[in-house]
């Protein structure tokens, strides 16, 4: 249509973005785009043009990530303690165990284990703003800058945001400057000396290591609830991962992380909970920031790509 472009091809209210986009695929081919209001969106839907090569990167070999297997293990423990005890908290108990290893990971931060953890819950907080936020569309401001209300929404989530990267970040400051500190992924980068206040380095740790509870917290929370859905559907599946650690492990161990090898077919429930709910079905968009080619096809500089893993 004039001006407006392709804006009824947007995904209609109530419709999952991820199942309307993927009707494109087969009116379109594996790759098609839309223009509203003069924004590209382009769609990509299958494995060759969804391409995820920054992934990897952020954590590094297998060899790194092996560091957190003793944490990892302690923290399931105290989660199967919590369910044990209180069972109808299951997704508050989630969340806990979640956050409990990564602002170990990034900070070397340990949570009030068995009470209410206030950086967890500020956390929590912020995240549920941060979804919202990463999803195009949600935001019309995305095709029409000038949408008034999102500046006052925006400013106090920026805000929580703030808070969120800045009291741990200050925590770990303030140990390793006094020379007492707990190894974490920043304290390792302030080996080399604390960057003065408002530097470059000094900013880039502190949202780097924010990205990791940003990033490492809502994604794992939603796949683990997503487990405990599939084996309540699926109890027949249940019956043979029991089985499994029954027969592997005997009735009084709990399963360590270097057991993985020996369980094929919890392995194989993990993969299949990531594959069947994936976390981001539609990735986080990025924009191009030249024009661009995809084999034969022209991406222009500005377009927001929406990767369709689902
Ligand atoms: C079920 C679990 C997870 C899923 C489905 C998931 C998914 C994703 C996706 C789709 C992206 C965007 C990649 C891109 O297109 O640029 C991403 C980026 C990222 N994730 Fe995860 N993630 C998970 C767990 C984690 C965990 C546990 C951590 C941290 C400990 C983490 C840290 C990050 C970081 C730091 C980035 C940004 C990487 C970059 O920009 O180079 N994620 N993740």
Known sequence: MPIVGNIMDLPPKGVQDWVHWLKHKTLYGPISSITVLGQTFVIAQDGVCVRN???????????????????????????????????????????????????????????????????????????????????????????????????????????????????????????????????????????????????????VAKWTAASLYTGGADTTVSSIECFFLAMALFPGVQQKAQEEIDRVLGPSRLPKIADRAILPYIGAIVKEVLRWHPVAPMAIPHMSTADDFWGQYFIPKGSLIMPNIW
């Open 53 to 203: 090569g920054r992934m990897g990167r952020s954590f590094g070999p297998e060899s790194t990530v092996a560091q957190f297997d003793s944490l990892q293990e302690v923290e399931a423990h105290r989660f199967l303690l919590r369910v044990l005890q209180d069972p109808l908290r299951l997704a508050q108990h989630i969340q806990t165990e979640a956050g409990a290893i990564i602002l170990q990971i990034a900070y070397g931060y340990k949570i009030e284990p068995f009470k209410r953890d206030p950086l967890v819950h500020s956390a929590n907080e912020a995240l549920e703003h941060g979804v919202q936020a990463a999803t195009p569309g949600t935001w019309l401001v995305d095709i029409i800058p000038i949408c008034a209300g999102f500046k006052r929404t925006a400013e106090g989530w920026k805000k929580d945001l703030l808070s969120l990267s800045e009291r741990p970040y200050a925590f770990v400051r303030a140990q390793v400057e006094s020379g007492q500190y707990r190894p974490s992924y920043l304290a390792d980068i302030f080996r080399t000396g604390v960057p003065a206040r408002g530097s470059e380095e000094d900013e």
